[in-house]
């Protein structure tokens, strides 16, 4: 309510710098770094063929002379696309205890935590082999460290109050830049036979330095002027869900609570987890699914390269329209906008003509981070930025647990080689959540200025002490 008020010295956040410069700055090597660091699994399709070239789990094959389909025998396949779902569902369930993390220590220690397990994983893995299997070890451990940079960087949104969402999409866009690293990869093996152990010890090496990066220079805790930005000398600053990091723990778990029990955040929890376990389907399975459509090698290896290109460089480039609109009209069309986009990669899914596919890699290439950033947007602009690590780190939990059907889902394609009915399903099942945002919108209609847009704030009779009107 607005009788719920506090003066901005009270906030134990970071002070937002003035210098335009230095905010643009501190957004780059905020981005930079979630590139390198957090989307380790985005990158996986671009690995694929490299740890199948490179004999990965080649020793559980039967020993015969058959001459396995695009030379990998079924429990190969397997194996590796374990590896990637374990690790995607390792990185989903973190962000619970790093959103938490976020939320207590701040964003510096967030990181740090991160990196702890980055750097020893890019290096278990790097030295793993026949006689030393260390794959998965060291996957999951990649897989599990890079939420908490990706998380420890949210905060840098604060730095531009008026255009949180569009910052919000960049930042998710760099989750998605994890994919460009795996195409250096690529690139390297291929053209220059650098083995996968040196370009493993070359990327453990680099997050390394990236650590000394986040010990000197990251902020210790969140910008204090999120959602809002700076009052005027005098003014005093309108609390926002919770936004006076001064209240009782008891409070804050209370506010929470309230939060995770209403409709918008059960609905949005569902709509996520279903986007995530969709999203890293295909990011486990496009080179298997290129596969399924031709039998020429070649025009595979092709078509995956140009995958290489697009899903990082598009996922700068279109979260950001996507962030616009949000900031401008409000998250449920937003949430409408990334459900047509699915429907419409999934669609092409369905039809096996490989040009096609390069239509549903720029789509996917650019929703891709959109998913991530919808999902960071909502609870910021629903429920404000105090709670958000705890709330986001709830859905990340929800969304963890529902990604071990993706192993059944793997099983059944690789032994029948054919993804369609999966993606009948995902259609149907996109359907349903159609009827939320459509009755937000109904109810409320189009927010019409950035004040307005805040009027649409969490308004349930449940937790009306969140009431922004």
């Known amino acids: 309510s607005r009788q719920n008020r506090c003066v901005p010295q009270q906030s134990q956040g970071m ?12 957004v780059a090597v905020h981005t930079l770094t979630c590139c390198v660091t957090a989307g380790v699994i985005i990158g996986f399709g671009q690995l694929y063929p490299l740890l199948v070239d490179s004999g990965v789990y080649s020793s559980l094959c039967p020993a015969t002379n058959t001459t396995w389909p695009n030379g990998v025998c079924p429990q190969q396949s397997v194996a590796i696309d374990n590896m990637f779902t374990y690790g995607a569902i390792l990185s989903t369930y973190v962000q619970g205890p790093a959103g938490l993390a976020l939320d207590l220590v701040g964003p510096k220690f967030t ?54 969402a569009m910052i919000l999409m960049l930042l998710n866009g760099a989750y998605g830049g994890g994919a460009f690293v795996f195409f250096i990869f690529a690139a390297l093996y291929t053209n220059n036979g650098l083995p996968l152990r040196t370009l493993f010890l070359g990327y453990g ?76 389907f295909y990011l ?18 092709n078509y995956n390269f140009a995958f290489g290109i697009l899903l990082p ?3 700068f480039i ?52 959109v998913v991530f950033g919808f999902w960071a947007t909502y609870v910021v602009v629903k429920w404000g930025p105090v709670n958000y690590g705890s709330l986001y780190g709830i859905i990340a939990l929800a969304a963890g647990s ?26 149907c099942t996109s359907g349903l959540f159609l009827w939320h945002p459509i009755l937000r919108l109904w109810q409320n209609g189009l927010p019409r200025s950035n004040t307005d847009s805040e009027r649409h704030l969490v308004t349930n009779e449940s937790h009306r002490d969140w009431d922004f009107k």
Not at 121 to 148: Q, T
Not at 284 to 301: G, P, R
Not at 341 to 353: D, K, M, N, R, T
């Open 318 to 369: 279109g979260g950001t329209p996507l962030g616009f609109v949000m900031d401008k009209w409000g998250v449920e069309v937003g949430a409408l906008m990334l459900m047509v986009l699915h429907s419409i990669q999934s669609g092409l899914a369905l039809v096996p003509i490989m040009p096609l596919q390069m239509v549903r890699y720029v789509i996917f290439s650019c929703y891709n981070p």
């Open 402 to 427: 529902l990604n071990f059907v993706a192993t059944p889902l793997d099983n059944y394609t690789a032994n029948s080689g054919s993804f369609f009915w999966v993606y009948v399903g995902f259609l």
């Open 111 to 164: 990181a740090l935590i991160g990196m702890i397990m980055l750097v020893p994983g890019a290096f278990i893995f790097a030295f793993s082999s026949a006689h030393f299997d260390g794959y998965l070890a060291g996957f999951v451990m990649m897989s599990a460290g890079g939420p908490w940079t990706f998380l420890s960087v949210m905060p840098t949104a604060g730095l531009f109050p008026n255009n949180q």
């Open 15 to 26: 002070a937002v710098p003035k210098s335009l410069w230095l905010r643009i700055t501190t």
């Open 313 to 315: 460089s598009l996922g």
């Open 205 to 280: 090496t680099l997050c390394g330095v990236l650590a000394l990066l986040v010990i000197f220079t990251w902020p210790m805790k969140k910008y204090s002027e999120a959602m809002h930005g700076s009052p005027a000398a005098g003014e005093e600053m309108p609390l926002v869900a919770g936004q006076n990091l001064k209240k009782p723990w008891r409070q804050r778990v209370s506010d929470v609570f309230h939060a995770a029990i209403s409709v918008d955040y059960i609905w949005h929890m569902m709509f996520t987890s279903f986007m995530i376990v969709m999203v890293n």
């Open 284 to 301: 486990s399975t496009s080179y298997q699914q290129l596969q399924a459509m031709s039998t020429d090698n070649d025009e595979v290896n």
